[in-house]
């Protein structure tokens, strides 16, 4: 079993950069491709973002492409989001997943239902 715990989030004005960081614990993070994922009031969960196993691949969202990165440390355990230019829009739970991969090849997927593990998600709150 794979627990994942964010933090990072906060209130932050629009054009302001804020990073996430979401920490692994329970199996080998190496075995996971990671992926970020938000929640704004009243819609959808939405995919922001991927990140293969070796970080080697890297897949976002259009609308945080150039504005957000993605990137993770297999020795600490922790993947990251480093968000820069934000917009009200981006107002959401940010949530990290994990998803087991079983090769080596550089898998990412933004679709939610292949994730394996969820965290609890941390609060993004952009004011304009």
Known sequence: QVRLVESGGGLVQAGGSLRLSCVASGGTFSSYAMGWFRQAPGKEREFVTAISWSGGSRYYEDSVQGRFTISRDNAKNTVYLQMN????EDTAVYYCAAKA??????YTTGRANEYDY????????VSS
Not at 85 to 88: E, H, I, T, V, Y
Not at 101 to 106: K, R
Not at 118 to 125: D, L
């Open 85 to 88: 230019s934000l917009k009200p």
């Open 118 to 125: 969820w965290g609890q998600g941390t609060q993004v709150t």
């Open 101 to 106: 991969i079983y090769h080596s090849g550089e």
